[in-house]
T-cell receptor, first 113, second 112 residues
């Protein structure tokens, strides 16, 4: 069966420090991968999605970047964090087949201080 | 503009009672509608997924309905339990795309 792992679960980082959040998927190949941010009381906002190794699409201009160095690995990064980067970050994967399942990771609570 | 709106924003019920959450969408062309349950500080977990041709789907005590003509969906929770306390998110996808449009969720609290 397919599983998705996301870490760390919580992170407190000072303003201006770098960021690296990692997400890996097991039990499937060539998944579509996504990074979302969820602000308090708001819906999920799509940040990046990837349909293959090295293929990254950005949905919104921001201080963050994403990379996909391996088929089942998706990384969210920043060179210098801003206070506004605080939030709940979720990784997700799908097979890309319409009407198929769409599975989320357990999330990372990032607090920038 | 593709949008998903949910109501109510929050809901408090007593354990054992039933409740119904609403979702209206303007996504077109419609492909499918999903309901997720999200516990605080955790990732969303899928409850149901319905395509255009389906008008009801159950998952245990959760029953989702879909009216594609009026573009409305509901999630009915029967005999609520304390563990049902969570946010419930309605998510719609348009045809020919893998991207999802999220509602802002309904925060449900079940009290003993």
């Amino acid at each position: 069966s397919q599983t998705i792992h996301q870490w760390p679960a919580t992170l407190v980082q000072p303003v201006g420090s770098p960021l690296s959040l990692e997400c890996t998927v097991e039990g499937t190949s060539n998944p579509n991968l996504y990074w979302y941010r969820q602000a308090a009381g708001r819906g999920l906002q799509l940040l990046f999605y990837s349909v293959g190794i090295g293929q990254i699409s950005s949905e919104v201009p921001q201080n963050l970047s994403a990379s996909r160095p391996q088929d089942r690995q998706f990384i969210l990064s920043s060179k210098k964090l801003l206070l506004s980067d605080s939030g709940f970050y979720l990784c997700a994967w799908s097979s890309g087949r319409v009407n198929y399942g769409y599975t989320f990771g357990s999330g990372t609570r990032l607090t920038v201080v | 503009k593709n949008q998903v709106e949910q109501s109510p924003q929050s809901l408090i019920i007593l354990e054992g009672k039933n409740c119904t959450l609403q979702c209206n969408y303007t996504v077109s062309p419609f492909s499918n509608l999903r309901w997720y349950k999200q516990d605080t500080g955790r990732g969303p977990v899928s409850l149901t997924i319905m395509t255009f041709s389906e008008n009801t789907k159950s998952n245990g005590r959760y029953t989702a309905t879909l009216d594609a003509d009026t573009k409305q969906s509901s999630l009915h929770i029967t005999a609520s339990q304390l563990s049902d306390s969570a946010s419930y998110i309605c998510v719609v996808s348009a045809r020919n795309t893998d991207k999802l449009i999220f509602g802002t969720g309904t925060r449900l609290q079940v009290f003993p």
